[in-house]
Structure formats: structure tokens, C-alpha cells
């Protein structure tokens, strides 16, 4: 670590040789006046004088730099500075993250009651699957839909509602079986990236496609799997579209309890 004090001695030192150093030269100059003619002794004065004033500057930044103390408190002030900034820096970030963060949650409520909206004529349980299903695919562009409920007083799961089907129905499961018998088991949302051959055929006017992601959300109440929703899309399933399908799940699944109890 540098030794402060020993600079703090040194510019001491070279504080006292200057002012021996002026007044030296100004007893020179004084007796060359009286024993010669000096030319221009105005200027060498003001010379002298600006050198000195310039040697006393130096002499207090070096002595104020190799305080310690003072030195310390430099360094306290500035690091308070800029932590204050970093701290006001963070907090702008916060504010609008939290603003943004805001606007996004809205937009996902929004999104959801659009997709269960114009239901209170609904009165079968197929009716609110056909429903919904149309619903996503209408607001959120799936392409193909399927929802499959769990039988009253059975294990099998079977299709209540569907979406754009070509093929014939997919027969009934039990948990654990097949893909939405795996999502009903986990109780947890799986995306596929990778759609086996022929699980998907979308046909149209316009040719025939394969839809390139799937996405499976169970339909929980009070923790039980009620259903499974099975979504075929062209785009690439966001974070956003997974957090507007947890709402519309545990919505529907609060739907389709009725009819169960019913």
C-alpha cells in the first residue's frame, strides 16, 4: 500500500526549498541592483513571483493528495455517487419492467375472457368444448383442436369437443397412455416440436399442411385432471401462449365441473 505520509513529508520539503530558493534569489537580485545595472529586474521579479505561486499550487495538490484522510473521504463520496446512481438506475429498470410487466398481464386477462366469452347460452358439456376449441383458434391461430374429458365414474378419457378434425376421432385413454394420457398423469403442460407422421392433417381449400408444434394442457379442478386440451399450430408455441392457456385451462376446468357434479 503507498505511503501517504512519507509524500506528505517530502512535499514539506520541497515547500521549505522553494521559499529558501525565492528569498535566495531575491537577495541576489537585491545586490546586483545596488552594485550593477540590471536590465528588465520588473520581469524577473514577476518570473520569480509566478514561479512561486505555481510551486505553492503544487505544493497543496500534493499535500491534500497524500491526505489520507481527505484521500478516504474522496473515495466514501465518490462511491456514494455512483452507487446512487446505479440504485436510481435499477429502480428505473424496475419500474418499468413492472410497467410492461403490467400491461402484459392485462393483455393475457384480456385475451383470456375473449376465448371464454359467449358461452352463457352453453348448456352441454360439448357445446363448451366445440366452443372454446373455435375460441383459441379464432384468437391465438391453432389450427387443429381437440379436448378430451375423463369419464364421470371411469378412468377413460374421451372426446368432448374438437376443432378442424379430418381424420376420425382418436379413441378414448386412460392416464398415462399416449401423449395427453401422459399430461393427464403430470398434471403438467408438454410441448411437442416434433409431430410424429401422420398425427396432425390440416386440409383446406388451399392444399394440405402439417401443423409443426403440439401443445397439451391438462384441465385441472381442486387438482384433479378433468380434461385434456390438444392444440396443433404452425407457429412456435411463447411463453406468453403457454401463460393464456393456464388461464383458459383453470377457467374451463371450473366450466366442466359443473357438468360433472350436474
Not at 57 to 66: I, P, R, V
Not at 193 to 218: A, C, M, Q
Amino acid at each position: 500500500m503507498t505511503n501517504l505520509s512519507k509524500y506528505r513529508q517530502l512535499s514539506y520539503v520541497a515547500m521549505v526549498g522553494m521559499t529558501v530558493t525565492l528569498l535566495l534569489s531575491f537577495v541576489a537580485l537585491w545586490n546586483s541592483l545596488l552594485t550593477s545595472d540590471v536590465k528588465h529586474e520588473g520581469w524577473i521579479i514577476v518570473f520569480s513571483l509566478l514561479s512561486f505561486i505555481m510551486g505553492t499550487s503544487l505544493f497543496f495538490l500534493a499535500f491534500k493528495s497524500s491526505d489520507a484522510i481527505e484521500l478516504e473521504n474522496i473515495k466514501k463520496t465518490a462511491y456514494e455517487a455512483g452507487k446512487g446512481e446505479i440504485l436510481q438506475e435499477i429502480e428505473k429498470r424496475n419500474r418499468i419492467e413492472n410497467k410492461e410487466q403490467k400491461v402484459e398481464e392485462e393483455d393475457i386477462e384480456k385475451t383470456a375472457e375473449d376465448i371464454l366469452g359467449g358461452m352463457q347460452g352453453i348448456r352441454t358439456e360439448a357445446g363448451l368444448c366445440n366452443k372454446v376449441l373455435s375460441n383459441l383458434a379464432k384468437q391465438m391461430g391453432f389450427v387443429q383442436g381437440i379436448i378430451y374429458v375423463k369419464e364421470t365414474n371411469g378412468e377413460l378419457f374421451k372426446v368432448a369437443g374438437e376443432f378442424a378434425l379430418t381424420d376420425r376421432k382418436p379413441q378414448p385413454f386412460k392416464s398415462g397412455e399416449n401423449l395427453p394420457g401422459q399430461v393427464a398423469e403430470s398434471k403438467s403442460m408438454m410441448i411437442i416440436y416434433d409431430i410424429p407422421e401422420n398425427y396432425f392433417n390440416v386440409s383446406s381449400g388451399l392444399g394440405s399442411s402439417k401443423p409443426r408444434f403440439l401443445l397439451l394442457t391438462p384441465v385441472l379442478f381442486k387438482e384433479n385432471c378433468l380434461a385434456v386440451l390438444e392444440l396443433a399450430a404452425f407457429k412456435k408455441p411463447d411463453e406468453i401462449t403457454g401463460r393464456i392457456l393456464n388461464k383458459v385451462s383453470s377457467e374451463l376446468g371450473i366450466r366442466l365441473n359443473k357438468f360433472v357434479v350436474a
